[in-house]
């Protein structure tokens, strides 16, 4: 059953921009934080930007000013606007909830989507 989609990537120049999507399933995007992670090749996900139901937003300090976060409730979607590009932010994200951590330090999460490939060349 496939419950998060992630949409959007692909290879742009850096400077450029990206809008990434994910399409959650009602029951996890209805209750939750929401939030975006980012896996740069080889390397573990790291999280960047959350969302809360009321449309709070949160941010790593490497994405702050970059990198604008929504929801919209009603779709069951999140979005995430990706400006001023950098090459480390190549790799994969990844859409779920905000997740805590496993005792082996891994996130704890039931499930993850596909993710979507983006590629920053400079």
């Known amino acids: 059953q496939v419950q998060l989609v992630e949409s959007g990537g692909g290879l742009v120049q850096a400077g450029g921009s990206l809008r990434l999507s994910c399409a959650a399933a009602g029951q996890i995007f209805s209750v939750n934080t929401m939030a975006w992670y980012h896996q740069p090749p080889g390397e573990r996900r790291d999280l960047v930007a959350t969302v809360t139901i009321d449309h709070t937003e949160g941010y790593a300090d490497s994405v702050k000013g970059r990198f604008f976060v929504s929801r919209d409730n009603a779709k069951n979607t999140v979005y995430l606007q990706m400006n001023n590009l950098k090459p480390e932010d190549s790799g994969v994200y990844y859409c779920?909830?905000?997740?805590?951590?496993?005792?082996?330090?891994?996130?704890?999460?039931?499930?993850w989507g596909q993710g979507t490939q983006v590629t920053v060349s400079s």
């Open positions: 779920n909830r905000q997740l805590g951590f496993r005792p082996d330090g891994g996130w704890a999460a039931d499930y």
